[in-house]
């Protein structure tokens, strides 16, 4: 039933934002709601609201509506200018080949722009169009932490449209 009465708790509410909604994500604090501008999470809170919501970024948004992969413990993903990860908050994601990713490819076209996870070697796969591209044809590779520092970046050629999970 989607209607709302006093024996259900159907009903909806309105994001507070002059963005457009690209993609949401279930992390384990809810669902990250990303617009063209800012990020919001939707929480679980029980009766008789249900769910409230909240501005968890105001300094970046999506890229597209494919620009994200879930993490352990989180969600990482690609704003305009930069990467960013959420888990209890939103945080900038140092990149040293940002240069590369953001300024040489061509980001006209965000639904070409996807990631994907390498879970077992604990890698973010993102793929882009070059410059003069319409189909992404280039792969930018972040290794994330287990808490022992061992993050790094790293790029290359590699056409793809799609991405499956490697199971090792």
């Not at 809170?45 to 300094?59: E, F, I, N, T």
Request: glycine share 8%; proline share 7%; with cysteine.
């Amino acid at each position: 039933d989607w209607i709302p009465t006093a024996t259900n708790s159907a009903g909806g509410f309105d994001l507070d934002t002059a963005g457009i909604i690209l993609a949401a994500a279930h992390v384990p604090q809810g669902i990250v709601v990303f617009t063209d501008i800012d990020v919001h999470l939707i929480e679980y809170v029980g009766p008789p609201a249900y769910y409230s919501r909240r501005l968890v970024s105001h300094d970046t948004g999506i890229i597209g509506p494919k620009a994200w992969t879930t993490i352990p413990n989180g969600i990482l993903f690609m704003g305009v200018h930069s990467f960013w990860a959420f888990s209890s908050g939103v945080q900038r994601i140092p990149c040293p080949i940002s240069n590369a990713v953001f300024r040489e490819s061509n980001l006209t076209k965000p639904l070409r722009v996807f990631m994907g996870l390498n879970d077992s070697a604990r890698e973010v796969w993102i793929f882009y169009p070059n410059i003069g591209s319409v189909e992404a044809d280039r792969v930018a590779i972040y290794r994330f932490s287990d808490n022992d520092g061992s993050q790094w970046w790293s790029k290359g050629k590699l056409s793809r449209t799609a991405w499956l999970n490697p199971i090792w």
